[in-house]
């Protein structure tokens, strides 16, 4: 269902509660290297605006002690782009902490609406809120020197 408070998408780009968690987001998760809207003609379709996130996955898997899927360092060494709806698309058997991540970081985007120190005029419009939307590498990303695929090395 549309929404009741549509924006356009240079408005929602230039929204106060966007820009900070924007910047939020890139401050807290250093893996995350930037934050857009890959569909600018869904800004409207739902009340929750869906945001793209770009990450390092390298850089994750590291913080995390993750181990990255054997196709995202694949298509990563052929020099494509990936992307995909979940974070834990990209590991293997990390179970539920990516879920868990996540999670944290929409009750952040969450709480920054809810926030009294965003004036409501500087805040998105009604019910509108920002919400994680897919997960892209970003591009260019290369495999570090130093990575060791455990799972290619131990067969």
Do not use: C
């Amino acid at each position: 269902m549309p929404t009741d408070h549509p924006l356009t998408y240079e408005e929602l780009i230039d929204n106060y509660e966007f820009k900070v968690g924007k910047r939020i987001l890139i401050r807290e998760y250093p893996w995350i290297k930037d934050v857009f809207i890959k569909s600018p003609d869904d800004v409207n379709r739902y009340n929750l605006i869906f945001i793209d996130v770009v990450i390092d996955p390298f850089e994750l898997a590291q913080e995390k002690g993750w181990r990255l899927a054997n196709y995202i360092v694949r298509t990563i060494e052929r020099g494509d782009d990936f992307w995909s709806p979940y974070l834990s698309t990209y590991f293997t058997g990390i179970g539920e902490e990516s879920r868990e991540l996540v999670n944290s970081m929409e009750k952040t985007l969450e709480t920054l609406h809810k926030s009294p120190a965003i004036p409501q005029e500087m805040r998105l419009p009604g019910h509108r809120k920002l919400n994680i939307g897919s997960w892209y590498t970003e591009p260019g990303t290369q495999v570090p020197t130093d990575y060791v695929d455990w799972a290619n090395e131990l067969e």
